[in-house]
């Protein structure tokens, strides 16, 4: 049983660009979640899926921010024209009910 | 809404001590509540949760945590540290089964140094 996956582990980008980040949630799982982690604090909601339905959004959730689950499997994460003030860590958790979510990794995200 | 006040930032403690890290938690509903721990660079792990029935929880790595919903407290425990615990430790808490929602809310996180 693999585990939730994020690629990439880390990136780097220059203010201005636009990043996507990918999350492959646990294979039977229909709940997926985004949350982001700044330094010194805990994870912040951000979005939520059920298959491929988001159901809710955070207000941290900016219009340079879109999120997609086309197929009730793999998720993505878009930031366009990203700023200083984006860079952070994207975790992504799965749940297959409404209980318990597993973390991935996360992707560290470095704006210059 | 819920919200979750970790009062200590860090919290240093020598191997084979006992530990607690405390949590405390607002609602207006019935809730769900979670210790998760951090590893640097890496995600969360889920040591524990309390959903219903027992108000003691054992989890993963000798850990345990009592829920007690007249203090609105999820106190974490451990009777001997290891040096391998030394991680941050994060509380959670979402609404139950009466609503809620489906997001966590988390405290800001105690870091857990456990020294030789």
């Known amino acids: 049983d693999t585990g939730v996956s994020q690629d990439p582990r880390h990136k780097i980008t220059k203010r201005g660009q636009n990043v996507t980040f990918r999350c492959d949630p646990i294979s039977e799982h229909n709940r997926l979640y985004w949350y982001r982690q700044t330094l010194g604090q805990g994870p912040e909601f951000l979005t939520y899926f059920q298959n491929e339905a988001q159901l809710e959004k955070s207000r941290l959730l900016s219009d340079r921010f879109s999120a997609e689950r086309p197929k009730g499997s793999f998720s993505t994460l878009e930031i366009q024209r990203t700023e200083q003030g984006d860079s952070a860590m994207y975790l992504c958790?799965?749940?297959?009910?409404?209980?318990?979510?597993?973390f991935g990794p996360g992707t560290r995200l470095l704006v210059l | 809404a819920q919200s979750v006040t970790q009062l200590d930032s860090q919290v240093p403690v020598f191997e084979e001590a006992p530990v607690e890290l405390r949590c405390n938690y607002s609602s207006s509903v019935s809730v769900y509540l979670f210790w998760y721990v951090q590893y640097p660079n890496q995600g969360l792990q889920l040591l524990l949760k309390y959903l219903s029935g027992s108000t003691l929880v054992k989890g993963i790595n000798g850990f345990e945590a009592e829920f007690n919903k007249s203090q609105t407290s999820f106190h974490l425990r451990k009777p001997s540290v290891h040096i391998s615990d030394t991680a941050e430790y994060f509380c959670a808490v979402r609404g139950g089964f009466t609503g809620g929602g489906n997001k966590l809310t988390f405290g800001t996180g105690t870091q857990l140094k456990v020294e030789l």
């Open positions: 958790a799965s749940s297959y009910t409404s209980e318990t979510q597993y």
